[in-house]
C-alpha cells in the first residue's frame, strides 16, 4: 500500500510540473506572437499597394498625404534641387503668395466640394502662376487646359469665348478631370503626374517599367520632376520663412476662411 501511494505522489508531482511547463511554453510563445503580430501591423501602414501613408514627423514632404519614399538618395536629391529652385534666393518675389492669398480661397472650396485633396491647389501656381496666358502649344488659362480637354470637362472655348480663362469654371473642369485620373490610377501622386503628362501616357509608362509609384519611375524631364515642383511649392507657401521669404502674406487655412465669411 505505501508503495503505491508514493508511486501515485510521484505522478501527480510529474503531471502538475508538466502542466506549469506547458503554461510557461505558452506564455512565452503567446507573447511572441503578438509581438511579431504588432510588428507586422506596423511595418505594412500603406494607403495603397505602393505609396506610404504620412505618418510620422521624419516624413517632412508630401503630396496630397502620399510621402515620398524614405531613405532613397535620388529621390532626396531631386527634391532638394526643388527646394533651391523655388526658395527666394532662386525667385526672389512674393509675388505668389500675394497670387495665392487672393485666389485660393476660390479654389479650396470648389476642391473640397469634388473631394480633391487641397495639395492639388497648388497645381496653377505650377502650370501658369495664378495667369490665364496661353503657351506655345496652346493650353490656356489657370489650370493650362488644352481646348479639346476643356470642351470635355464642360468649358466653352471659341467663338470669342474662352472659359479657361475664369477660375471659378476652369477648377471645376479641373476636379472633374482629376477625378477621373485618380479613378484610374488610384493614387493622387499619380493623377497629377497625369495630369501634365496625359493618362495614356503615363498608364504606358507603368506598363512599361512594371512600376507604379511615380518616385520610382523614369518619366520625362518635365514629368518627372512636376510632383517635386508641386511640393517645394507648397513648402514656400506654408513655410515661407524656411525658404528665405521674408515679406509675405499669411495663407489661413480653408476653414478659418469659411468661419470669417
Known amino acids: ?43 505594412s501602414a500603406r ?8 505618418s510620422s514627423k521624419a516624413v517632412a514632404y508630401n503630396f496630397a498625404n502620399e510621402a515620398l519614399p ?9 527634391l532638394n534641387k526643388s527646394l533651391r529652385q523655388h526658395d527666394y534666393k532662386s525667385v526672389q518675389s512674393n509675388i505668389l503668395h500675394r ?7 476660390v479654389i479650396e472650396p470648389i476642391l473640397k466640394f469634388y473631394g480633391i485633396p487641397e495639395d492639388f491647389k497648388y497645381v496653377p501656381l505650377v502650370e501658369s502662376g495664378l495667369k490665364s496666358g496661353t503657351s506655345s502649344k496652346g493650353a490656356s488659362g489657370f489650370w493650362q487646359f488644352m481646348p479639346g480637354t476643356a470642351r470635355t470637362y464642360g468649358l466653352r472655348v471659341g ?3 474662352d472659359e479657361r480663362k475664369n477660375l471659378r ?30 493618362s495614356i501616357k503615363l498608364a504606358r509608362a507603368i506598363n512599361k517599367q512594371k512600376e507604379d509609384n511615380y518616385f520610382r519611375m523614369k518619366l520625362n524631364r518635365e514629368t518627372g520632376s512636376y510632383v517635386y515642383k508641386l511640393i517645394a511649392m507648397k513648402a514656400v507657401i506654408e513655410q515661407p ?21
Open 1 to 43: 500500500m505505501i508503495g503505491k501511494e508514493m508511486i501515485k505522489k510521484h505522478l501527480l508531482t510529474c503531471s502538475v510540473t508538466l502542466v506549469l511547463v506547458l503554461i510557461s511554453e505558452l506564455n512565452i510563445f503567446g507573447t511572441t506572437i503578438i509581438e511579431k503580430a504588432a510588428k507586422a501591423a506596423t511595418l
Open 169 to 198: 469654371k476652369s477648377t471645376i473642369a479641373a476636379c472633374k478631370y482629376i477625378k477621373e485620373l485618380y479613378d484610374e490610377f488610384n493614387s493622387w501622386t499619380l493623377a497629377a503626374a497625369a495630369y501634365n503628362n496625359g
Open 99 to 105: 497670387k495665392a492669398e487672393l485666389w485660393f480661397p
Open 70 to 78: 524614405v531613405n532613397d538618395a535620388r529621390v532626396t536629391r531631386k
Open 241 to 261: 520663412k524656411e525658404h528665405g521669404y521674408d515679406n509675405y502674406f499669411v495663407i489661413p487655412p480653408a476653414s478659418q476662411l469659411l468661419a470669417i465669411n
Open 159 to 161: 467663338h470669342g469665348v
Open 47 to 54: 494607403t495603397s499597394d505602393f505609396i506610404f501613408l504620412k
